[in-house]
């Protein structure tokens, strides 16, 4: 029920409103819809999230400079804006993660990579 709400949230809200918050002045939330699991070698499975134990929702928070999700949270270790992206990036549990967002639209996606293989997860970000 929770991640239906966020949807809605999400689905309401303007582009403008989208591209303004992505200043680092509010908090941002972020849901997540498809999931790639992708070993070298071998082809991509696709699936839900939740179904391999990621995160279905994330919190930008900008002035601590983290992520927090569902279970854990992240440091925020290096942020890059531009007119059309922003694109954080950190290190968490043995992977290094980048968000890219589109600052337009709040089309998201993140990559989780260690020397195993990456986890790319696709989703959509609005302001709180």
Partial sequence: MNRMAVLVLVSMLSTPVIADSFDGSRRVVCTTEQLRDCIAGTECLSGLPAEYGAPTSLRLDFANRQILGERRKSKIRDLEKSKDQLLLQG???GYGWT???DRPTGGMTLSLVNREGAF???GYCASL
């Fill in 91 to 93: 290190r968490e549990l």
């Fill in 120 to 122: 790319v997860l696709f």
């Fill in 99 to 101: 968000m890219a967002i």
